[in-house]
């Protein structure tokens, strides 16, 4: 009957850890690798979204050193996609 009164600081304790995951993830991105994945965002935003979690992963585990180059994230994008083919089938009448 009564609203949950934890979804508000549910729903500013999610923002917060958006924002410092979004923080951390520009810093260990060259401007131009930055750029691509702005861009890619626009088409595939599930990608980026893993891609940003994977990035968020290494720099906080300590496997980032410096920031990525945009040779690096296309390789990396490269690995994700090439991890995730798909497959198509197609029954038809002839």
């Known amino acids: ?41 626009l088409v595939n935003p599930a990608l980026v979204k893993q891609v940003k979690d994977l990035i968020y992963n290494l720099a906080i585990s300590g496997r980032l050193s410096e920031p990525l180059t945009d040779s690096q994230l296309k390789e990396l994008l490269y690995r994700i996609q090439s991890g995730r083919k ?9």
């Open 1 to 41: 009957m009564y609203p949950n009164m934890n979804n508000s600081s549910d729903d500013e304790r999610k923002k917060e850890e958006e924002a410092i995951k979004e923080s951390v993830v520009r810093r260990y991105l060259s401007p131009r690798a930055r750029e691509r994945l702005n861009n890619l965002a």
């Open 86 to 94: 798909r497959e198509y089938r197609f029954r038809g009448l002839w």
